[in-house]
């Protein structure tokens, strides 16, 4: 019976484990990109996926998540970092995240996170900025919960230091379709 079983597996192949990470069909595709095709986060990004402006106070943390990147066009890297949350978990990290920048955020002229806008795009939405170089220039960061689903989109620019925010706005909208 044994080597029946053996026999079968070999015939077949090992099983494939299926992880529970973030399945492609949750994240962008080039079809949402401009037609560019994403890859892996490039090691070393110095700007947070899961932002956390207030270093010293807890987030809920995520139980799976997945990032990518692609160029969009020849000036905008756009990041995607999809996580997926036990219960409430994706609302609570948009409520945490958004008491956070009210707290810890920079406000323009400063090294960190400016809040731009809440809700813009629907609820549990923030639209907000990751300044560098004293704010002359930034990152533009969309978070949203959708379900159990947190998305983050970030775009830099990589000719003026000046990432879009409408730009991350339009991008963000394709990746909340994708996880409804």
Known sequence: MISALM????ATGPAVAHPRGIPDRLMMQPDDLGGAAPGPVEEGLA?????QPCADRPIPQPVAGRAQAADYDTRFRVYQNV?????????R???????????CGVGGGDNGFDPVAEDHLGPDTVLFLGNYE?????VAYVAAAVGRHVVVIMVSDSYLGAGD??????LAQAAMARLR
């Open 134 to 138: 004293l704010g002359d220039r930034w």
């Open 165 to 170: 925010p409408t730009l991350a706005n339009g």
């Open 93 to 103: 990290y948009l409520t945490e995240l958004k008491a956070q920048l009210a707290d």
């Open 7 to 10: 026999g079968l597996l070999a």
């Open 83 to 91: 996580t997926r949350f036990r219960g409430d978990g994706a609302q």
């Open 47 to 51: 700007w947070p996926l899961l932002p």
